[in-house]
């Protein structure tokens, strides 16, 4: 049995044409998403168009426990739940409980070193919680081009799998 088309051509440049044809009647209609409906897919195009600001966000909703999460760790200081699109077996955001104005990193000044060190030590306790004895990473996206799509810092907290290098 000869592979390809009755006119000689490959069949896998066939295939793909008849793929993309038919995948295209089956998308679904745009929509818009908001930065806390996003998959990783659109994660990079929703950080690309939020505008950053000091306004309250979807994590202020999470902290005053108005919309649920999957808490995992709670002081006074910081909450750390399960991310609802998560990029490895174990994705946990950690966030101040109080913004203070650090909306992202490149907005820390002296007055948050206090807050920034106690998040990096919550991430370490999580991920020996969470079993990461293998290793895990540690991860604050900061404006549009650093991926960030919540305007109010938090840590990723990732493991459970290889991780790779370079990321992003």
């Not at 295939?15 to 996003?38: D, Y």
């Not at 990079?44 to 760790?73: C, G, H, M, R």
């Not at 490895?88 to 820390?108: E, F, Q």
């Amino acid at each position: 049995m000869q592979s390809g088309t009755t006119d000689g051509s490959d069949n896998k440049s066939g295939e793909r044409s008849r793929l993309s044809v038919l995948s295209s009647h089956f998308q679904p209609p745009p929509i818009s998403l908001s930065p806390s409906m996003a998959t990783s897919s659109d994660e990079k195009t929703v950080a690309l168009t939020t505008t950053p600001s000091d306004s309250p966000t979807i994590f202020d909703k999470i902290i005053n426990k108005e919309i649920p999460s999957e808490i995992v760790y709670e002081d006074e200081k910081v909450l750390a739940f399960r991310d609802i699109s998560p990029q490895a077996p174990t994705h946990i955001i950690i966030i101040p409980k109080v913004k203070d104005g650090l909306t992202r990193l490149s907005m820390a000044e002296e007055r948050h070193v206090e807050i920034l060190g106690h998040l990096l030590y919550v991430a370490k306790l999580v991920a020996k919680q969470e079993n990461l004895d293998d290793g895990f990473r540690v991860v604050i996206n900061d404006g549009p081009l650093g991926c960030q799509s919540v305007y109010h810092l938090h840590v990723h907290l990732l493991g459970g799998r290889q991780m790779n290098w370079p990321p992003g």
